[in-house]
């Protein structure tokens, strides 16, 4: 049988014909003998043309209909209708003939009637019979077996799907409910969660598609954990709410991403902590091409701000997003009613900032702005105060000019005991916003800290994807370094609630669940892909997990707060912290030297001054290695620079 599966696709049709060539007349023979009770000869005499007339009229017309273009392993209910029509039409054309020709002498009208019924029921049982044959015991030639989990909806729609392409063959459902398990569902059995690596070795399944989109995040994330050892390749389907036609469709599933596995179910936003800041008014995002400013960006516009103000240095990033709210804009039907004004410059132009701001009357400012990858800016550390320390300063003061009613920062659990220059920056941005807090009242500072966001440049997901692409190896820094992670959407809809609830200096956290060793997370992936981590153990895997050691000012371990004096706010994922204050007066000295330190490339007078303000910062890098720069003379171009800006 397998021989015949590999013909050529003209022969199997040639041969799919011979058979109904030879079966028809049988068949009419056949209604004849079931007309009378007996095989009368005499009557047969009479009408044995007409028998070998049924296959020459027949064939043509089920040609005609595209009754041999279906494939037997790929059909299903429409091949009823073909059938239908295409027997039909034959008798037709066999009745007009034999009419003209006899004038049906001796024939019973019933035996037309037997035949039509014999033919149909022929045509389609011993199509679904040969299908149902071919997928349960030859199993598909060329493509990948799998299994769907989930007998509903969901996964019978995907079924049919699978059974379209011939790249695919489901050969299995799987379904945790009692009712269904044994049962026989569009073809294929339906099997118990239990004993999962038996069904696919017998069954030989290479990939599992999770076909069912109403489950909650903890709910997939159970079903993914017992799916995770059996190292077969697992893709999963999208929630219901995102499905555009209302049907699962094959290019709706897709791979495994980091939000699966960390199983975290989203809280429902307060709509007016949402809106507070931003329905009606004019709101600047600093930074809005970056990852976190874009997606501040997207969630702003669908509240129906009066007027958006994009600030970004980069002209790339500032087009992109600008020409995609532009059309969300259109989608959203807010043309008229949501103003888009992009502006290429720096938040350390405090004047540009400034004229901006009291122009377009801004309401709320979301700080986005800032040079966020560790390594980088731990070898390029004045760049990195510049732009995180001062760019603050400037932004913050041109709002306070223009008399902003609020200005949130995004800041970072790396502000917290950093290790770090990058997070060094983001702790002193915060206590010059709590400073600024305690000498007005007119703009309200607040500050938002979380950990990674998935989806952000540099996110350690998207790596690891290319390198399980590309073969390996998988590149972690230590064994033992664990992150925290939230979707780049959650983090910024908690971000523009936890503005709502500033009252000013307020520190907002934000509930990242639990850390994530990322180790176990690469494994993770690789097992879910279908592939086996390369140990001493496992010789034969395909993937290499390779320990390349920390980076520069990298610390194993993140965390969210400085103390333990956390209080809770009205929303379960936002927590206000109590953090230790610098009055202004002495902090504007602080960054008086530290300013001058950086004009002069005075590396380790900008390291003291960094260690003086931020009590909690402990360098991993020694001086040596602080910047790869540091015994090399600044160009007196760059100390012009430097001192322009003071």
Known sequence: MRAVLELSRIKK??????????????????????RYDVVDMTLMRRYWWLMLAIPVVSIPIFIRTGLYRAMIRFIDQKIVYVVVLGVT??????????????????????????????????????????????????????????????????????????????????VAFIDDSRDLQGATIAGIRVYSSRNLEDLIAKRSIKEILVAMPSLTRSQQKTILNRLEPLKVKTRVTPPVGSLLSGQLRLQDVRDIEIEDLLGRDPVAPDMALLGSCIT???????????????ELCRQIIRLKPARMLLLESSEYALYSIEQELQAMRQSLMLDSQVELLPFLGTVLDQQKCTRILQTFGADTIYHAAAYKHVPLVEHNPVEGIRNNVFGTLSIARAAM??????????????????????????????????AFAREQKHTRFCMVRFGNVLGSSGSVVPLFHSQIMAGGPITVTHPEITRYFMTISEAAQLVLQAGGMGEGGDVFVLDMGEPVRIMDLAKRMVHLSGLEVKTDATPEGTIEIRQIGLRPGEKLYEELLIGANAQGTGHPLIMRA?????????????????????????????????????????????????????????????????????
Request: with cysteine; glycine share 8%; aromatic share 8%.
């Open 578 to 646: 109590q953090e230790a204050e610098i009055p202004w007066s002495e902090l504007l000295a602080d960054l008086e030297r530290l300013n001058d330190a950086c004009a002069r490339f005075d590396y380790e007078a900008v390291r003291a001054i960094l260690l003086d303000v931020v009590s909690e910062y402990a360098p991993q890098c020694g001086i040596e290695d602080f910047v790869w720069s540091a015994q090399r003379k600044p160009a007196k171009l760059e100390t012009a620079r430097i001192r322009a800006v003071k």
């Open 280 to 294: 009606g008014k004019t709101v600047m995002v600093t930074g809005a091409g970056g990852s976190i400013g874009s």
């Open 89 to 170: 039409v034959s008798l037709v054309v066999l009745v007009t003939t034999a009419a003209i020709a006899t004038r049906l002498e001796g024939l019973s009208r019933g035996v037309f009637g037997i035949y039509w019924i014999s033919a149909i029921l022929y045509m389609v049982a011993g199509r679904f019979i040969a299908r149902g044959y071919f997928i349960r015991v030859m199993g598909p030639i060329g493509g990948t077996r799998v299994a769907i989990y989930g007998a509903g909806e969901a996964g019978i729609q995907l079924a049919s799907a699978l059974r379209l392409v011939p790249d695919y063959a489901p």
């Open 13 to 34: 049709q040639l041969l799919a014909a011979s058979i109904d060539s030879i079966m028809l007349p049988l068949i009419f023979f056949l209604a004849i003998w079931l």
């Open 401 to 434: 000019e223009a008399r902003v009613g609020r200005f949130v920062l995004i800041s970072t659990d790396k502000a917290v005991r950093p290790t770090n220059v990058m997070g060094c920056t983001k702790r002193m941005a915060e206590l010059i916003l709590q």
